[in-house]
């Protein structure tokens, strides 16, 4: 049997070998190096799920757990070097891996042509690894691991072009955003250890299980520490600004990013520690109100954009509203159902539009684009199948995730089932805005780039595939409630490790005729924001109704564009008064003050050795006299002295 730790392993190899050895080697060293070690993950992590798979479905799979040793020991604490297999990490495990995969063989037709080939796929294997170990840890330490090699790993993909001050400035925000939430988390994970004395899974979540009334008055804080994490991590208000400018780096990163990584920690956090959260009723409504937000306010900035990856960026931090209010609501299972079809539709939307960007020669600007469906045919088929998920169309597969959050929030407040219906139906309009814009009507773009126009070579082109293939049947495993308990394998899978929280709080409570009701619902408001994308910007009379309601209402569409000013208000707020109090800290403490009294001291020791040099003449009479009148002097101190 393979050793769990093999598997981050292997990726953190191919970061050695490409990072060290990758520049003098060249791109094919690179290739085998940085795309292999993956793909040799993903194979050994596959053998190890598929007979734990047969086991869970078989209804007798016990978590698998593997010591390699002791890490810390102080006191009573202790904290071991261990990985653990159970349904979640299963979960996540199987799509980390594949869509990674997947991400790697898109990368090398995608970065081709890139000076830092070597450095790149050093970068990608690290932040493989990184998000394995957060994965696959058993604790709360090894998870920290993990969670802080993303976030570095982040910022190095960021920052790729570094030499460009935008990617610079996209790094640092993204790093520091993401600084404020881990300082929350860390403070969470202290408030663990003080409690428990520990930061093993399989102490910690059954001791709070077993004694809800000792644990739970501790458990609001320890649960919004940890909370304030995943926010920074998973882009939710009010550290989500972050995303948007993290498209600054490759757009497989972004994809990466966005589907299969790093924006996924959070909710898994949440997932994992799903024990503490349902112990704290404050806690939770917390979640659901942050979730429910973010997904509304992401949605509608999203319908103002004109950037392809922009309108993308914001579409992830509103489906990922959708899963923490998921979670909020106590809909664990169907939090972490939306998070695997999110991983298959988003990363082919991003990597989708990286074809067009490819295709267009580095224009990002829909309304430079348009006809492309014709010069681009697999992009545009795979990127249509893609948005058909996420927009919520029955059969593909954010229609079956997406549907069972809308009935798991309805069970729990009809208010925030209200809020979470609005955004999938601006969902649906912003994500068809992008299809009609891109893909129908004439190309305006200029004649050199039409004249540039192909389509991509197969190793981009075949992730595309496959990815719209999951997009399209990925779903099928999580088949509605009303169909019959075991036609939901997700469920089946799932429950062990996340159990529901109580009767009436999901969708199998709400009865048949309610279910059928709200799919229908759903259903009807994705439908109307299609049609209503269609009828804006394609046809004859494209773009002619948006213009008139820009006209019409011009301080709600500005505002709308400018992203609520969000970004202009912590830089007036939050921004410019910490660099004022830094400069002043520089010039007037550290400068003013402490130079200032080192200066000064020196300044009178070289005084104080300037006048001496006075006394220093060479001649031994002069030294002899100051030698006597020294004890003159204290001869005289001495009798004058009080007794």
């Given at each position: 049997m393979i050793p769990l730790f093999v598997l981050p392993l292997l990726p953190f190899l191919g970061f050695l070998l490409c990072g060290l050895l990758g520049r003098k080697l060249g791109k094919t060293f690179v290739t085998v190096c940085g795309v292999g070690s993956v793909a040799a993950t993903t194979v050994l992590a596959w053998v190890r799920l598929v007979p734990f798979a047969a086991d869970a479905f078989a209804g007798h799979a016990a978590p698998i757990l593997e010591r390699y040793g002791s890490w810390i020991r102080a006191g009573n604490v202790s904290v071991d070097f261990a990985m653990r297999l159970d349904p979640l990490s299963a979960l996540m495990l199987s799509f980390v891996t594949f869509v990674g995969f997947l991400i790697h063989v898109y990368s090398v037709g995608y970065m081709h042509h890139d000076e830092g080939y070597w450095r790149y796929f050093s970068y990608l294997n690290?932040?493989?690894?990184?998000?394995?170990t957060l994965v696959l840890g058993s604790n709360f330490l090894i998870l920290f691991v993990g969670w802080e090699g993303v976030g570095l790993c982040s910022y190095l993909l960021i920052a790729f072009d570094y030499q460009k001050e935008s990617s610079a400035r996209a790094g640092r925000k993204a790093f520091v955003a993401n600084r404020v939430g881990d300082f929350g988390f860390l403070i969470g994970l202290f408030l663990v250890l003080g409690l428990f004395g520990s930061l093993e899974?399989?102490?910690?979540?059954?001791?709070?299980?077993?004694?809800?009334?000792?644990?739970?008055?501790?458990?609001?804080?320890?649960?919004?520490?940890?909370?304030?994490?995943?926010?920074?991590k998973s882009a939710q208000l009010p550290l989500y600004v972050w995303l948007p400018d993290a498209m600054a780096g490759p757009t497989p990163v972004s994809a990466l990013i966005h589907a299969a990584t790093m924006v996924t920690a959070g909710v898994y956090v949440v997932a994992r520690a799903n024990v503490f959260f349902r112990l704290s009723p404050t806690a939770m409504a917390v979640v659901a109100i942050v979730g429910g937000a973010t997904a509304l306010f992401a949605a509608i900035i999203g319908t103002a954009q004109t950037?392809?990856?922009?309108?993308?960026?914001?579409?992830?931090?509103?489906?990922?509203?959708?899963m923490f209010l998921a979670c909020g609501v106590g809909a664990f299972v169907a939090g972490m159902f939306h998070v695997m079809t999110h991983a298959f539709f988003k990363a082919l939307l991003f990597l989708g539009s990286g074809s067009v960007i490819h295709a267009m020669g580095g224009e990002q600007d829909m309304r430079r684009m348009g006809g492309l469906r014709r010069a681009l045919p697999v992009t545009y088929w795979t990127f249509l199948a893609a948005t058909l998920a996420i927009a919520g169309i029955p059969v593909w597969a954010g229609f079956f995730s997406k549907d069972e959050i809308l009935g798991a929030v309805f069970a729990k407040s009809p208010a925030l089932w209200a809020v979470g219906f609005v955004a999938a139906g601006l969902t649906s309009?912003?994500?068809?805005?992008?299809?009609?814009?891109?893909?129908?009507?004439?190309?305006?773009?200029?004649?050199?780039?039409k004249h540039h126009l192909h389509e991509s070579p197969a190793t981009m082109t075949g992730p595309l595939v496959i990815l719209a293939i999951l997009s399209t049947v990925g779903g099928f495993v999580g088949l509605p409630a009303f169909l019959g308990e075991r036609a939901n394998l997700f469920h089946r899978f799932l429950s062990p490790i996340v159990p529901p929280i109580a009767a009436g709080a999901l969708i199998g409570e709400l009865g048949c005729g309610t279910e059928i009701a709200l799919i229908a619902a759903s259903v009807a408001v994705a439908l109307v924001g299609w049609v209503v994308a269609r009828t804006?910007?394609?046809?004859?009379?494209?773009?002619?109704?948006?213009?008139?309601?820009?006209?019409?209402?011009?301080?709600?569409?500005?505002?709308?564009?400018?992203?609520?000013?969000?970004?202009?208000?912590?830089?007036?707020?939050?921004?410019?008064?910490?660099?004022?109090?830094?400069?002043?800290?520089?010039?007037?403490?550290d400068t003013l003050i402490i130079d200032g009294l080192v200066n000064a001291g020196s300044f009178l020791v070289e005084l104080a050795g300037d006048l001496l040099r006075f006394f220093t003449t060479g001649n031994v009479r002069n030294y002899a006299l100051t030698f006597l009148l020294g004890i003159v002097a204290l001869l005289a101190y001495l009798g004058w002295a009080p007794r």
């Open positions: 690290l932040f493989m690894f990184a998000m394995l899974f399989d102490r910690i979540f059954p001791a709070a299980a077993a004694a809800p009334e000792r644990f739970a008055p501790a458990m609001t804080a320890i649960a919004l520490c940890l909370f304030i994490g995943a926010c920074g950037d392809i990856k922009k309108v993308l960026a914001y579409s992830t931090i509103s489906q990922l509203g959708y309009f912003y994500m068809f805005r992008v299809v009609y814009l891109t893909f129908f009507g004439t190309f305006r773009g200029t004649e050199e780039e804006f910007y394609s046809g004859e009379r494209a773009g002619t109704v948006p213009e008139r309601f820009v006209r019409a209402f011009p301080g709600v569409h500005r505002v709308v564009e400018n992203k609520f000013y969000v970004d202009e208000l912590y830089e007036a707020v939050i921004y410019r008064p910490f660099r004022a109090l830094s400069r002043m800290f520089w010039k007037v403490v």
